[in-house]
């Protein structure tokens, strides 16, 4: 059974810094695209940014240049480091494994935003 744990969210400042963390277990994600996806308040979910099983990495155009995607394969973790954050990255963050023909989903860790 593939599980996903997001921690690392919580309540921070403009202009300060999280890190995310999601850990996989059950799966290796080695092989595997990973992503992680947020939903703030009355929007709709969006992909964030997704680091690829071959190396390229995507970011969506309103977080380029302030998150950054990793992963460590060895210790089945992906990461997301959130700098310069703004009161509009506030959503729930959620980790996500890429695999046909069903997504493998954690159960998201808050981040908000507010001075």
């Known amino acids: 059974q593939v599980q996903l744990a997001e921690s690392g969210g919580g309540l921070v400042q403009p202009g300060g810094s999280l890190r995310l963390s999601c850990v996989a277990s059950?799966?290796?994600?080695?092989?595997?695209?990973m992503a992680w996806f947020r939903q703030g308040p009355g929007k709709p979910r969006e992909m964030v940014a997704t680091?690829?099983?071959?190396?390229?990495?995507n970011y969506a155009d309103s977080v380029k240049g302030r998150f950054t995607i990793s992963r460590d394969n060895a210790k089945n973790t992906v990461y997301l480091q959130m700098n310069n954050l703004i009161p509009e990255d506030t959503a729930v963050y959620y980790c996500?494994?890429?695999?046909?023909?069903?997504?493998?989903w954690g159960q998201g860790t808050q981040v908000t935003v507010s001075s």
């Open positions: 996500t494994l890429i695999r046909y023909p069903t997504d493998s």
């Open positions: 059950g799966i290796s994600i080695r092989l595997y695209a």
């Open positions: 680091t690829y099983s071959g190396g390229p990495i």
